[in-house]
């Protein structure tokens, strides 16, 4: 139709009116005229490449991600945002609602981000359902079964994994049945729901065992954007259990982001609890206020 | 991370879990009367529809029961929802040792029984309100009345911030009207230029 519509009013115009009625002729023209108008003006090739340049040099951002000042931020004691959160929280499931920590730090857009696995003094998930592929039979499934692992195999994990059933929700490999794992190209099944295990992101291990052992209590979290967001308690958790966690948690992220490398620095610079369905509260690092209620309130349902 | 303002605003709301209809302090073991005992437990059933009268119930869960948590943090309070439309909602309210001097005539003579609410523990006696066709309000003046709950009175600086929160509003609700009245002169002015520019078109085309 286009290539009609640029070749047409020069060459075959003529032609065009003398073959058709004028009546037909006088409602296509206007048509043509400002389909062409509205072509040239969004399709000026120059017009465009001028444009793009300009956003380009403009996307140029800060190098560090900007963090605002917390000076008119709220700030909370434990106690008090554990207060709130469970009155948000009421009613709901035990199970499903947990509190979060979301942890935001000072540090570059570009470079190496905080990458690691925590293992809380009071574990989070109350179950996790672990997954070892190792050859059946050998040392390493003997040892993982005994650390825990639901399921250990090689065949029949991939045969229940096609059927569709997967009833785990972490999964490790040994280097030794890697080449099975590929050829039965399992990366369509598990890839999506990150259960497919890699050397990148170590779940390609020698010493299943002790995997599997960190696995059952561990954690894994991330930086993105300059925060690091994971869950860190249960709702029934007492405020002394969920300190604990948080001090081991900063403990660790700060103990990672001394290890990464001289030149990157990284340091926290906003401590965020949550919950499920509850708003952020930024923690001032107290425990308590004169306000807050007994810590055995804030226990239990 | 959600923007720094965007969450302090966010935050604001906790305003309406500190007052509202529900912020009151049920008597606990030291402030109890001969006529109000303690309150240990609530638990209130509720099905998942509106209709046969579900919905008040709901709406004391979403409204009520955070600000009810908020001021007795020790009070412990589960919600059940079932798929159970026949059933009527209903709220177990858990008193130590004996029944609150109003619960009886609270609860009526229509005695109904709800088989989600937990087992009431050695020495609590449970009294059992019957939601049905009742808005949260009426439930939570229910609620007042049958265990003497005390209301807190919003504090000073909560009563300014929320008519500061409520001008904001207003402040926002005027701000939306000028601007879209604004887009919407622009759009028209846009649209009446582009019906020129075709009428002109015509004409040269003609």
Same mark, same amino acid.
């Given at each position: 139709?286009?290539?009609?519509?640029? &070749?047409?009013?020069?060459?075959?115009?003529?032609?065009?009116?003398? %073959?058709?009625?004028?009546?037909?002729?006088?409602?296509?023209?206007?048509?043509?005229?400002?389909?062409?108008?509205?072509?040239?003006?969004?399709?000026?090739?120059?017009?465009?490449?001028?444009?793009?340049?300009?956003?380009?040099? *403009?996307?140029?951002?800060?190098?560090?991600?900007?963090?605002?000042?917390?000076?008119?931020?709220?700030?909370?004691?434990? %106690?008090?945002?554990?207060?709130?959160?469970?009155?948000?929280?009421?009613?709901?499931?035990?199970?499903?609602?947990?509190?979060?920590?979301?942890? @935001?730090?000072?540090?570059? @857009?570009?470079?190496?981000?905080?990458?690691?696995?925590?293992?809380?003094?009071?574990?989070?998930?109350?179950?996790? @359902?672990? %997954?070892?592929?190792?050859?059946?039979?050998?040392?390493?499934?003997?040892?993982?079964?005994?650390?825990?692992?639901?399921?250990?195999?090689?065949?029949?994990?991939?045969?229940?994994?096609?059927?569709?059933?997967?009833?785990?929700?972490?999964?490790?490999?040994?280097?030794?049945?890697?080449?099975?794992?590929?050829?039965?190209?399992?990366?369509?099944?598990?890839?999506?729901?990150?259960?497919?295990?890699?050397?990148?992101?170590? #779940?390609?291990? *020698?010493?299943?065992?002790?995997?599997?052992?960190?696995?059952?209590?561990?954690?894994?979290?991330?930086?993105?954007?300059?925060? !690091?967001?994971?869950? !860190?308690?249960?709702?029934?958790?007492?405020?002394?259990?969920?300190? *604990?966690?948080?001090? #081991?948690?900063?403990?660790?992220?700060?103990?990672?982001?001394?290890?990464?490398? *001289?030149?990157?620095?990284?340091? !926290?610079?906003? &401590?965020?609890?949550?919950?499920?369905?509850?708003?952020?509260?930024?923690?001032?690092?107290?425990?308590?206020?004169?306000?807050?209620?007994? #810590?055995?309130?804030?226990?239990?349902? | 991370?959600?923007?720094?303002?965007?969450?302090?605003?966010?935050?604001?709301?906790?305003?309406?879990?500190?007052?509202?209809?529900?912020?009151?302090?049920?008597?606990?073991?030291?402030?109890?009367?001969?006529?109000?005992?303690?309150?240990?437990?609530?638990?209130?059933? /509720?099905?998942?529809?509106? /209709?046969?009268?579900?919905?008040?119930?709901?709406? =004391?869960?979403?409204?009520?029961?955070?600000?009810?948590? /908020?001021?007795?943090?020790?009070?412990?309070?589960?919600?059940?929802?079932?798929?159970?439309?026949?059933?009527?909602?209903?709220?177990?309210?858990? =008193?130590?040792?004996?029944?609150?001097?109003?619960?009886?005539?609270?609860?009526?003579?229509?005695?109904?029984?709800?088989?989600?609410?937990?087992?009431?523990?050695?020495?609590?006696?449970?009294?059992?309100?019957?939601?049905?066709?009742?808005?949260?309000?009426?439930?939570?003046?229910?609620?007042?009345?049958?265990?003497?709950?005390?209301?807190?009175?919003?504090?000073?600086?909560?009563?300014?911030?929320?008519?500061?929160?409520?001008?904001?509003?207003?402040?926002?609700?005027?701000?939306?009207?000028?601007?879209?009245?604004?887009?919407?002169?622009?759009?028209?002015?846009?649209?009446?230029?582009?019906?020129?520019?075709?009428?002109?078109?015509?004409?040269?085309?003609?």
């Amino acid at each position: 139709m286009s290539s009609y519509g640029t &070749v047409l009013p020069t060459a075959a115009r003529g032609i065009l009116s003398s %073959c058709r009625p004028s009546l037909r002729e006088k409602s296509i023209a206007p048509a043509f005229s400002v389909f062409q108008q509205v072509r040239g003006a969004k399709s000026n090739p120059q017009a465009r490449g001028k444009g793009k340049k300009e956003t380009k040099t *403009d996307k140029k951002g800060p190098r560090e991600f900007r963090q605002k000042s917390l000076k008119d931020m709220e700030q909370f004691a434990l %106690c008090d945002a554990m207060r709130y959160l469970r009155a948000v929280e009421v009613g709901r499931e035990v199970t499903t609602s947990k509190y979060e920590v979301h942890i @935001r730090l000072r540090t570059r @857009r570009d470079g190496p981000v905080i990458r690691n696995m925590i293992r809380f003094p009071h574990a989070v998930q109350t179950e996790s @359902r672990i %997954c070892v592929i190792c050859p059946p039979g050998s040392k390493q499934a003997k040892d993982a079964l005994a650390a825990g692992a639901v399921l250990v195999g090689e065949d029949e994990v991939f045969e229940a994994v096609k059927a569709g059933k997967i009833e785990f929700d972490r999964c490790l490999a040994h280097p030794d049945s890697l080449p099975a794992l590929n050829k039965a190209a399992l990366g369509r099944i598990l890839g999506p729901r990150g259960l497919m295990p890699s050397v990148k992101t170590g #779940t390609v291990v *020698d010493d299943v065992a002790s995997r599997v052992e960190m696995l059952r209590g561990g954690t894994v979290y991330r930086e993105r954007d300059a925060v !690091i967001r994971l869950p !860190i308690g249960q709702l029934g958790f007492s405020p002394e259990q969920l300190r *604990d966690n948080l001090r #081991t948690t900063i403990d660790q992220i700060k103990k990672d982001a001394s290890g990464l490398n *001289d030149r990157v620095n990284k340091e !926290i610079y906003e &401590v965020v609890l949550s919950s499920t369905h509850g708003p952020g509260f930024s923690l001032n690092g107290e425990f308590k206020t004169d306000n807050s209620p007994e #810590t055995s309130a804030l226990t239990g349902l | 991370m959600v923007n720094l303002f965007k969450r302090m605003r966010k935050l604001k709301t906790i305003l309406d879990i500190r007052t509202g209809t529900g912020a009151a302090i049920f008597p606990n073991p030291t402030s109890a009367t001969k006529e109000f005992p303690p309150v240990t437990r609530l638990h209130l059933t /509720y099905a998942r529809k509106i /209709y046969n009268g579900h919905q008040g119930a709901r709406h =004391f869960w979403r409204n009520c029961l955070p600000r009810l948590k /908020y001021h007795n943090p020790g009070v412990r309070m589960t919600v059940q929802q079932t798929d159970d439309q026949t059933a009527p909602p209903a709220l177990t309210i858990y =008193f130590a040792e004996r029944l609150s001097s109003t619960a009886s005539a609270i609860v009526g003579t229509k005695k109904i029984t709800d088989k989600h609410a937990p087992a009431a523990e050695s020495g609590e006696k449970t009294a059992v309100v019957d939601l049905k066709d009742l808005n949260y309000k009426e439930i939570w003046s229910r609620v007042q009345a049958s265990t003497g709950a005390e209301e807190v009175p919003a504090s000073a600086e909560d009563e300014a911030e929320r008519k500061r929160l409520e001008a904001i509003t207003a402040k926002a609700g005027k701000d939306r009207e000028r601007i879209s009245t604004m887009r919407q002169a622009k759009k028209d002015q846009e649209r009446m230029l582009a019906e020129a520019r075709g009428e002109v078109e015509k004409m040269k085309e003609l």
